[in-house]
């Protein structure tokens, strides 16, 4: 069974730094793309962040760009989201998700629906 269970959220202070974790089960995850998402309180869901099945292709919103880095280690089945300088407004609940679909630069803004795994999410918060 396709299982994804993020892990490493928590408090930090503005400018500091969180590494998540998403670690993938019962599947294989280099045949799939990842994307984090995000959803702060009263807020629609955001893709952060995607990361095609090699590793070799990655997209990042506008809003996270320069300071977050998605990678990925295939054969630990775990995708990772290093996020520096965080901000207040970067405070959110942290999904990860798979899909079959070949990876493209727009899948993580506008297509959100194609992605049909996603873990529990790990809660992030910034704040003095």
């Known amino acids: 069974q396709l299982q994804l269970v993020e892990s490493g959220g928590g408090l930090v202070q503005p400018g500091g730094s969180l590494r998540l974790s998403c670690a993938a089960s019962?599947?294989?995850?280099?045949?799939?793309?990842i994307g984090w998402f995000r959803q702060a309180p009263g807020k629609e869901r955001e893709g952060v962040s995607c990361?095609?099945?090699?590793?070799?292709?990655?997209a990042y919103a506008d809003s996270v760009k320069g300071r977050f880095t998605i990678s990925r280690d295939n054969a630990k089945n775990t995708v990772y989201l290093q996020m520096t300088s965080l901000k207040p407004e970067d405070t959110a609940v942290y999904y990860c998700?798979?899909?079959?679909?070949?990876?493209?630069?727009?899948?993580?803004?506008?297509?959100?629906?194609?992605?049909?795994?996603w873990g529990q999410g790990t809660q992030v918060t910034v704040s003095s």
């Open positions: 998700a798979a899909t079959t679909m070949t990876f493209n630069q727009a899948m993580c803004a506008r297509l959100p629906q194609v992605f049909g795994s």
């Open positions: 990361i095609s099945g090699s590793g070799g292709s990655t």
């Open positions: 019962g599947f294989t995850s280099a045949y799939y793309t």
